[in-house]
């Protein structure tokens, strides 16, 4: 199996790989890319480098990723010579914000109100239709908050218009959510689908930091939830994983789902599912790429929390090892810098 991208999502893939008996070949620009050091076959080249790219897709039988700015031209390239999956046409939806509302929005799935904007009059235009509180994000390559800036009620859009570089961007509604949630779904090749149990999500600065299972949600909502997951991943005919963020917000007495954003492929907020279910995210991956069979997940515990170990804090990772139930993950990445995601921890409490 190829992977594009050689971050910790890769390392994980691969890791999930080896138990099946499957060997992972990662190609990555960067040479210390954490998933190097644990798969059978490593290319570290330009994703412009037509000669590497070739020898990568004729040293597998299928190719995946593990980012969504895989781009475009480096896409369209290996797919004319192995399968690539998800399909690359995904990854034009998903790496544009306003393709991706537009498409979600013609699902008739809720987000929030949003608007395009690509110039300073039209900012004026957004923000009358959008109304304030609102948050600018910029259309592309935006992620953990950059890329955004929020105008705040009789707040300076055209200072928020510059933060973001005058960027193509979309104007969203700011969102007064009781809660943020994604799901996590996979689709087979022949067209299954199976979702993990909806998790409840904790960001700090834009990144998440805890994600949580059982989440705080009724079995309505979180059917609902998983209905909206499985009918992207149909409309998309993907295949693999691929995660929806969504928040919950009250509709009168009741509660609902407003799509944020859909990520194309493993995601953080289901790492929980290494140690915390009878199935991980990254498994079933590799088996709907490889054309197998999904496996059906189950939580293990009564309840389980992942926590993200970010810049710093991978120093004091050892405090863990001694905890009760938590599992220790450390990505082997260089140095820990500050808002990078260094490692997790996933705690499983017993079920009752
Ligand atoms: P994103 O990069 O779109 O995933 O946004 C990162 C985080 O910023 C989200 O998980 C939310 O916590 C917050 N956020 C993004 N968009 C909005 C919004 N329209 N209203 C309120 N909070 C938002």
């Avoid at 009781?178 to 689709?187: I, L, N």
């Avoid at 790492?271 to 498994?283: L, N």
Wanted: glycine residues 8%; contains cysteine.
């Amino acid at each position: 199996i190829g992977i594009l991208g050689g971050g910790q999502l890769a390392r994980m893939l691969a890791l999930a790989a080896a138990p099946l008996g499957l060997r992972c070949h990662v190609f990555s620009p960067e040479k210390d890319s954490c998933a190097f050091d644990v798969v059978h076959a490593g290319t570290c080249a330009s994703y412009e480098d037509e000669t590497a790219l070739g020898r990568f897709a004729n040293a597998v039988d299928v190719i995946t990723y593990e980012f969504e700015n895989v781009p475009a031209k480096t896409a369209a390239f290996l797919a004319k010579r192995k399968t690539v999956l998800p399909d690359p046409k995904v990854l034009e939806t998903t790496q544009d914000r306003l393709i991706e509302k537009d498409f979600v929005s013609a699902l008739k799935i809720a987000t929030a109100p949003y608007a395009s904007v690509h110039s300073a009059t039209q900012l004026a235009e957004a923000v009358k239709a959008v109304g304030l509180p609102a948050v600018l994000k910029t259309r592309q390559l935006g992620y953990d908050g950059k890329g955004q800036a929020k105008i705040a009620k009789g707040g300076d859009a055209i200072a928020a218009w510059r933060s973001v570089k005058n960027a193509p961007a979309i104007l969203e509604g700011f969102i007064d959510f009781e809660r943020e949630v994604s799901v996590v779904a996979a689709r087979s090749r022949d067209g299954a689908v199976e979702c993990f149990e909806v998790t409840e999500n904790e960001h700090r600065d834009h990144i998440l930091k805890f994600s949580r299972v059982p989440a705080k949600v009724t079995p309505a909502l979180a059917r609902e939830a998983r209905q909206v997951a499985t009918r992207i991943a149909k409309a998309f005919d993907y295949v693999g994983v691929l995660a929806v963020e969504m928040f919950v917000v009250r509709k009168g007495r009741q509660r609902t789902v407003l799509v944020n954003e859909i990520a194309p492929r493993v995601h953080n907020s289901g790492h929980w599912t290494i140690d915390g279910a009878t199935v991980s995210q990254f498994e079933q991956h590799i088996r709907a790429v490889a054309g197998w069979p999904l496996a059906k997940p189950v939580r293990l515990g009564s309840r389980v929390e992942m926590t993200n170990l970010i810049g710093q804090e991978i120093n004091d990772a050892d405090r863990w090892l001694t905890v009760p139930g938590a599992s220790v993950h450390v990505y082997g990445k260089g140095e820990a810098r500050a808002r990078r995601k260094m490692g997790h921890v996933t705690r499983v409490w017993p079920a009752k």
